[in-house]
């Protein structure tokens, strides 16, 4: 039972691996060399969906100074339904890649926070210590420890 109760604790608290001080610099130094690459690389995403969304509002104002110009220089009222009719098209179309846009930059920008948390504290299944996760105690275990911790006698009724 001492032996159960013994490994039980060193589960609890494992005692870290044995590294030396460079090599626990050069753990961690990759690791911030990792994030900062990860990071980098979602603030490129970012720019790029910046980038082309700057451009499609630079569009819009140009499709909407169009349509003004047209339906001002309209001299009918079919001249004025058909300038209307390209506006609307124009702008479906305009609103369907905006969609596309969207999607397409909102899964590059998960992609890339996905990848810059994986590439974090628990990358691999490991610490940046490089120790393997311990696996959490049975609850026999669990039960044993809590069973040692208890008052010898229960007869006070305080316990109950």
Same mark, same amino acid.
């Given at each position: 039972?001492?032996?159960?109760?013994?490994?039980?604790r060193?589960?609890?608290?494992?005692?870290?691996?044995?590294r030396?001080?460079?090599?626990?610099?050069?753990?961690?130094?990759?690791?911030?060399?990792e994030f900062g690459k990860?990071?980098?690389?979602?603030?490129?995403?970012?720019?790029?969906?910046?980038r082309?969304?700057?451009?499609?509002?630079?569009?819009?104002?140009?499709?909407?100074?169009?349509?003004?110009?047209n339906?001002t220089?309209?001299?009918?009222?079919?001249?004025?339904?058909?300038?209307?009719?390209?506006w609307?098209?124009? +702008?479906?179309?305009?609103?369907?890649?905006?969609?596309?846009?969207?999607?397409?930059?909102?899964?590059?920008v998960?992609?890339?926070?996905?990848?810059?948390?994986?590439?974090?504290?628990?990358?691999?299944?490991?610490?940046?210590?490089?120790?393997?996760?311990?696996?959490?105690?049975?609850?026999?275990? +669990?039960?044993?420890?809590?069973?040692?911790?208890?008052?010898?006698s229960r007869n006070?009724?305080?316990?109950?």
């Amino acid at each position: 039972m001492a032996h159960t109760e013994t490994h039980f604790r060193e589960m609890e608290n494992p005692s870290p691996p044995n590294r030396t001080l460079s090599e626990i610099a050069a753990l961690g130094k990759k690791s911030m060399e990792e994030f900062g690459k990860a990071q980098s690389d979602l603030l490129s995403a970012m720019l790029d969906a910046n980038r082309r969304w700057f451009d499609r509002m630079q569009s819009e104002a140009k499709l909407a100074s169009d349509f003004t110009r047209n339906v001002t220089s309209c001299r009918s009222i079919p001249d004025a339904v058909a300038a209307c009719q390209e506006w609307t098209g124009r +702008r479906l179309e305009l609103m369907a890649d905006d969609g596309k846009h969207l999607l397409r930059d909102s899964q590059k920008v998960m992609e890339r926070s996905a990848r810059l948390l994986s590439d974090g504290l628990f990358a691999n299944g490991r610490d940046v210590s490089g120790a393997e996760p311990q696996a959490a105690p049975s609850a026999a275990s +669990r039960e044993r420890v809590r069973a040692s911790a208890e008052p010898a006698s229960r007869n006070d009724g305080a316990w109950k």
